[in-house]
């Protein structure tokens, strides 16, 4: 029988031997664009923070750093594995951390995309623009959801992937479908594992927001672009590096996304 489970998130310290960032790429990213883009200070919230690396990095790099995720495991970890940034449970979809206490915020790796309907996006930049400072940053990288037009060699088939960590080898089995009414990717990843534990299943799903989308509701939020676009950052092929300009174009598989709050839209 197969468990329904949420194996990654569940284990941290899995998560991250899945999906290793040994030079800190995504929280070097991150600082790149807080500077490049005039983050008036040193306040940063890391909403879906995870497992605490990239916060931990902002931290080392001189910022005042709160990380807030929903999931207790990922914070428990967090805590004890990357010290120094305060953390915090809170749920992207509204939260509250303060008025006006923070110079930007910080939304990597599709958390945002767990807002899966306008009322949770609205939520979301409701609460972005409700803790920022006026100029204040909003920095955002996630998968593209223009991507996936007409690109169905992508959907229901089966990909499988494999790592070992501590001795124990997995295997996951990925299928990845459109549910174009709902504007959702959805997927469903079995894992296997060699150390006679039982299959595990994970559901999971994002919104898939369109870059014109995306200005559009920004703007109605008070937020103006100052980039968007398919890279290169931290989960492009090749990755992003020191001194790489960001592209004009929205074509791949990951959009990046810089808006500032302007001054007028303080409620």
């Given at each position: 029988m197969t468990a329904t489970t949420n194996l990654l998130t569940d284990n941290p310290a899995l998560y991250e031997a899945r999906f290793p960032d040994p030079g800190r790429t995504a929280g070097r990213w991150t600082e790149d664009c807080l500077r490049r883009y005039g983050a008036p200070g040193l306040r940063v919230l890391d909403i879906g923070c995870g497992t605490g690396r990239?916060?931990?990095h902002l931290h080392r790099s001189g910022r005042t750093v709160t990380g807030a995720d929903l999931s207790d495991?990922?914070?428990?970890?967090a805590r004890v594995q990357y010290p120094g940034p305060?953390?915090?449970?809170a749920d992207l979809h509204g939260f509250d951390a303060g008025e006006r206490a923070f110079d930007a915020v910080v939304c990597l790796d599709?958390?945002?995309l767990y807002c899966h309907t306008n009322d949770q996006l609205d939520g979301f930049l409701t609460s972005c623009r409700r803790s920022?400072?006026?100029g204040g940053l909003l920095v955002a990288e996630m998968r593209n959801g223009s991507f996936f037009l007409g690109r169905t060699d992508l959907l229901d088939t089966?990909?499988?992937n494999g790592f070992t960590w501590q001795g124990t080898a997995y295997r996951s089995t990925t299928t990845l479908s459109v549910d174009r009414t709902a504007q959702l990717l959805r997927r469903s990843r079995v894992w296997t594992a060699d150390d006679g534990s039982p299959p595990a299943e994970q559901r999971s799903a994002w919104r898939l927001l369109f870059p014109q989308e995306l200005r559009h509701v920004l703007a109605a939020h008070g937020f103006e672009v100052l980039a968007?676009?398919?890279?290169p950052g931290p989960r492009t092929e090749p990755p992003w590096q020191e001194g790489d300009l960001p592209t004009g174009t929205a074509?791949?598989?990951?959009?990046h996304l810089v808006a500032r709050l302007t001054p007028a839209s303080r409620p």
């Open positions: 990239d916060a931990a495991a990922m914070l428990a970890y305060h953390y915090i449970r599709s958390a945002l920022l400072a006026p089966p990909a499988v968007l676009h398919d890279g074509d791949g598989d990951r959009l």
